[in-house]
């Protein structure tokens, strides 16, 4: 199939690398030139295992390229996908902005347009986002919607880190439509991806990311509190958690149910706000939703209150993405922390080999600025410098990077926030965010 994809950020530039890998035919369309450049010079725009690999092949296999021309990419393919982001307003609603700007582009480029096109909502939306999108083109377009065009929604289920593995091998696909073209082509679309396809209203499927991630978000907080439980009684978290999750006849994931430090991102943030707004709005009362976010910061304050009460200057924080493997800090807990302590006058070192300041774009790149304006000072690829200069390591990502710096660098006081080794033999002091009695020293 011939496709353009709208938004070459984190789903985008995924959808249209493992799109290509799948023997399609992409186009991908941004405003930033930044962007369209580097696809069209067979680079990804964000760093994520395997899509360097997958955007170089389809480039070399001239299976993808890139433009800033809306009319020149709906022409030329017969699906779009809108893959745009969505964040947070101030209030907790969805910015839908670029969601419709898109679908006005797109509507004028179908006015001229005589093959049915199909539009696919990738980007993350509150129910009835579909349908407005399908009235804007009409009106832009002067066509009506199911006879010149039909909307789909199709939300994703990436986890930053795995993105590529979870598109090609998914739980399930999910697809909103009313549509029989509209379905016979997402079959199309997806024949070689695994799992079951479910073919659903398009408000269930808008719906359903809120649902899935507000949950996600839930499970978090929930391990987290118990793990702050069973290290005031002295007892291991995760043994208590391990057994919690071996009931899986409930369709419990042991996947969140791991006590850490809080959760981050662009989506559980987003999403669990967005629900919460939702119900509001509908006047039906959902406490513990309303109250995932308060315990989400208490947990951050707990890992404030864990470093300054060793009582040291300068403090090394060893990962500043929002997870491992990513240079997304956009809602990075990690973040938070940092910008506390600098208000108090500590001496920070920063080290994350995913960050590099200067190709930082977009809401990620203002997202830091306006948290941290001077990171560039503080920020280093030097572990080892890191590691030597400070008094307290602070551990905030799962990097491979770290598994023997207790063997490389004893006699430090090491804080956890990411179990990052689930037993310790160490020489120096080390003090886990919601466990205890795992150091054997």
């Given at each position: 199939?011939?496709?353009?994809?709208?938004?070459?950020?984190?789903?985008?530039?995924?959808?249209?690398?493992?799109?290509?890998?799948?023997?399609?035919?992409?186009?991908?369309?941004?405003?930033?030139?930044?962007?369209?450049?580097?696809?069209?010079?067979?680079?990804?725009?964000?760093?994520?295992?395997?899509?360097?690999?997958?955007?170089?092949?389809?480039?070399?296999?001239?299976?993808?390229?890139?433009?800033?021309?809306?009319?020149?990419?709906?022409?030329n393919s017969e699906m779009s996908i809108i893959s745009v982001g969505t964040p947070s307003t101030k209030n907790g609603h969805l910015n839908l902005e670029y969601i419709y700007n898109v679908a006005r582009e797109i509507g004028q480029a179908i006015k001229k347009k005589e093959e049915f096109h199909i539009i696919t909502i990738r980007s993350t939306v509150l129910p009835g986002t579909n349908q407005k999108v399908g009235e804007i083109i009409e009106e832009e377009s002067g066509k009506p919607r199911d006879e010149a065009f039909t909307v789909v929604s199709n939300p994703e289920f990436l986890r930053e880190g795995t993105a590529v593995y979870d598109y090609y091998n998914p739980p399930l696909t999910l697809i909103g439509t009313n549509h029989t073209l509209g379905q016979e082509k997402?079959?199309?679309?997806?024949?070689?991806?695994?799992?079951?396809?479910?073919?659903?209203?398009?408000?269930?499927?808008?719906?359903?990311?809120?649902?899935?991630?507000?949950?996600?978000?839930?499970?978090?907080?929930?391990?987290?509190?118990?793990?702050?439980?069973?290290?005031?009684?002295?007892?291991?978290?995760?043994?208590?958690?391990?057994?919690?999750?071996?009931?899986?006849?409930?369709?419990?994931?042991?996947?969140?149910?791991?006590?850490?430090?809080?959760?981050?991102?662009?989506?559980?943030?987003?999403?669990?706000?967005?629900?919460?707004?939702?119900?509001?709005?509908?006047?039906?009362?959902?406490?513990?939703?309303?109250?995932?976010?308060?315990?989400?910061?208490?947990?951050?304050?707990?890992?404030?209150?864990?470093?300054?009460?060793?009582?040291?200057?300068?403090?090394?924080?060893?990962?500043?993405?929002?997870?491992?493997?990513?240079?997304?800090?956009?809602?990075?807990?990690?973040v938070d922390v940092v910008e506390r302590l600098l208000g108090k006058g500590f001496a920070l070192a920063i080290y994350d080999k995913h960050v590099k300041l200067s190709e930082l774009t977009g809401t990620n790149k203002e997202y830091i600025e306006a948290k941290i304006p001077h990171l560039q000072r503080f920020i280093t690829n030097d572990l080892n410098k890191v590691m030597n200069e400070s008094e307290v390591i602070v551990i905030a990502n799962k990097e491979e990077d770290f598994a023997h710096l207790l063997e490389e660098y004893p006699n430090k006081i090491i804080i956890d926030l990411v179990r990052m080794w689930k037993e310790v033999q160490y020489n120096g002091e080390y003090e886990g965010l919601c466990w205890g009695d795992v150091n054997e020293k």
């Open positions: 199939m011939k496709i353009s994809v709208f938004g070459l950020g984190y789903v985008g530039c995924v959808s249209a690398g493992c799109l290509a890998g799948m023997g399609h035919s992409i186009i991908g369309v941004d405003p930033n030139e930044t962007k369209v450049r580097q696809i069209n010079e067979g680079k990804p725009t964000i760093i994520e295992k395997d899509i360097e690999h997958l955007i170089q092949q389809a480039h070399e296999n001239k299976q993808l390229s890139a433009t800033k021309n809306v009319e020149e990419a709906v022409l997402m079959n199309e679309l997806y024949k070689k991806i695994p799992g079951e396809k479910v073919f659903t209203d398009i408000q269930v499927a808008e719906i359903m990311k809120y649902v899935n991630n507000t949950y996600h978000a839930l499970k978090i907080v929930f391990g987290n509190e118990i793990g702050n439980i069973c290290k005031a009684l002295n007892i291991d978290s995760h043994k208590v958690m391990e057994i919690f999750c071996m009931d899986k006849q409930l369709n419990i994931s042991p996947y969140y149910f791991k006590p850490g430090f809080a959760y981050g991102g662009s989506c559980l943030p987003k999403d669990s706000k967005a629900l919460k707004t939702l119900a509001s709005e509908l006047f039906v009362s959902t406490p513990v939703i309303n109250n995932i976010h308060q315990s989400n910061e208490i947990q951050k304050e707990n890992a404030l209150e864990i470093i300054m009460s060793k009582k040291k200057h300068k403090i090394g924080i060893l990962g500043l993405s929002f997870k491992a493997g990513t240079d997304d800090l956009r809602n990075s807990p990690i």
